[in-house]
Every structure is written in C-alpha cells, then in structure tokens.
C-alpha cells in the first residue's frame, strides 16, 4: 500500500480527531516530536494557538497534539483529505482577500473563544519555507484580546536526519499532490512541535502580535 492510500484511510476512518491526525503522520512516515504539555490553557474561555505557517502538513501536526478549530483560507475546504478535516473540526473559512470581512471573521473567532474553544491560526498568512518567516497579522489577535483569551505561541519545523529540512514546505506555486508526494517519499523525516508561555490577553493587538511572534521565533519553549 502506497503511503498516499495510507493517509486517505487514516483520515477517513473512525476515532477521534487527534487519533487519525496521528494516524496520518504515520501513514506518511513522519514522526512527531511534541514535547511536553497541552496546547489549550485551563479557564473558562478557549486559547488561541498561534503558530509559523510552513506546510499543510501544519494542521495534521497540530491536530495530532491537540484537538481544535481552526481558522483557514477558504482554499483549504476544497483541499482533498485535508479539507474534510478540517469542515469536520467546525473550522472557520475566510477570504484572506475580502478586508470587508474582516470585522465579522473576528468577531466569529472571539465568540468561538468564549465558548471555551481552542482555534489554531497562522498570523503569517501564508506558508515561508525557512526562518524568519512573515510579520503577523494582527487581527487575530483582536479576537484574544476581545475575549479574553490566553495566546500559545507554537513553534512549527521539520528536520531530516535532524537537520532541518524544506522537503514539507508548500510555497510558491507547489500544487498539494506534488508537496504530497515528497512528503511520502521523504526519509527520515520529523515535524516537531514546541508550545511556549502563554501568553496573556494585554496591550493592544500590535503589541500582543509582536510578544507572539518573538515567542514563536524563540529556540527554547517555555511551557507553563
């Protein structure tokens, strides 16, 4: 059985959500290395999970730690295997375009907040393939602020033979089969994921971008 088929029937079958992300991963041959600790912060609103953006193999990994909702470009629902997924996890799709719906996209993602929902983002907004990536958006981060949320700041890379590699990066014009299909031939291959300090919902949204983001940019996770 190739590894493709292997992941379709990993993320098709029963279990929850976090069982067949991990499931996936071992289809694909890659192993996770996620430390310590939960990603959601106990209390009586959900946490909003703030991480660099690499692959789409991002959602797999995160899911495979941590159950939660995300909020994704509109693309991602049409994304096969991936995008089943992620409508099943009551994902939020938005047009990263369409400024005019901003307002409501964060607006939508506070009230998840307060529901006690976790919801996974990626301020970059698009996939970087190396450090430092792109600044982060700062309208997520509204949403925290709106709500009262706690921000985890993620750490998102992947090495081969423990060095660190770009063979999941989907950037440019990469189509998901071609990304796909190096991800299943790839050897060796490790995504690891590094939760840091909460963080707490003060400031104002740039200042709370920019905490996130120096977090996230850190070599050592502090996880408390």
């Known amino acids: 059985m190739s590894r493709s088929v292997a ?10 959500h976090r069982e067949r992300a991990r499931a996936a991963l071992d289809a694909l041959g890659v192993t996770l290395d996620a ?3 939960p990603l959601h ?4 609103v959900g946490t909003l999970i703030v991480a660099n953006h690499v692959s789409w193999l991002d959602i797999v990994g995160l899911l495979a730690v941590e159950p939660a909702a995300f909020l994704a470009k509109r693309e991602v629902a049409g994304w096969p295997l991936v995008g089943g997924l992620a409508r099943r996890l009551d994902t939020l799709f938005v047009d990263r375009w369409a400024l005019r719906d901003l307002p409501d996209s964060v607006d939508a993602l506070a009230a998840r907040l307060r529901e006690g929902r976790s919801v996974a983002v990626f301020p ?4 970087y393939c190396s450090e430092p990536g792109g600044p982060f958006r700062r309208a997520v981060f509204q949403a925290a602020l709106d709500a009262g949320a706690p921000v985890r700041p993620v750490t998102l890379s992947y090495l081969q033979s423990g060095e660190p590699s770009t ?7 990469d189509t998901l089969a071609r990304s796909l299909g190096r991800v299943a031939k790839a050897s060796d291959l490790t995504l690891r994921v590094r939760a840091h300090r909460a963080l707490a919902p003060e400031g104002d949204r740039r200042e709370l971008a920019e905490r996130a983001r120096r977090a996230v940019l850190a070599v050592e996770p502090a996880h408390v």
């Not at 063979?167 to 014009?173: E, L, N, S, T």
């Open 41 to 44: 912060v106990p209390g009586p």
């Open 124 to 127: 970059e907004a698009t996939t």
């Open 7 to 16: 992941l379709a029937g990993s993320l098709t079958r029963g279990g929850d």
């Open 35 to 37: 430390g310590e600790g």
């Open 167 to 173: 063979v999941a990066a989907f950037v440019g014009d």
